[in-house]
Nanobody, 114 residues
């Protein structure tokens, strides 16, 4: 199982960024895939996830600003982030549970600063 997040970078406060999580090594269309983030010095936190039937869940802090979607043909899960705040600067990474084991991909760093 491989998960690779990319698309991070420097964003101004109030700006937008789209992250992508590319997956391989498992039956992607049948799995829930989630996004998490970890800011420096803080614990990891859930951001959003999307199930095999495209149902979505969001952390309260990002509802209305972030959108998660999946492309089962490309095997990618996207996280569209709008109205980013400085406190949301973090390493963003994706996760899936496959055969009772959690898999975590390498993250992508998002910096929110003017």
């Amino acid at each position: 199982v491989q998960l690779q997040a990319f698309g991070g970078g420097l964003v101004q406060p109030g700006g937008s960024r789209r992250l992508s999580c590319a997956a391989a090594g498992f039956n992607f269309r049948l799995n829930t895939v989630g996004w998490y983030r970890q800011a420096q010095g803080k614990s990891p936190e859930f951001v959003a996830d999307i199930t095999s039937d495209h149902s979505t869940n969001y952390a309260d802090a990002v509802k209305g600003r972030f959108t998660i979607r999946r492309d089962n043909v490309k095997r990618i899960v996207y996280l569209q982030m709008n109205d980013l705040r400085p406190e949301e600067a973090a390493n963003y990474y994706c996760n899936t549970l496959y055969r009772y084991r959690d898999y975590w991909g390498q993250g992508t760093q998002v910096t929110v600063s003017s």
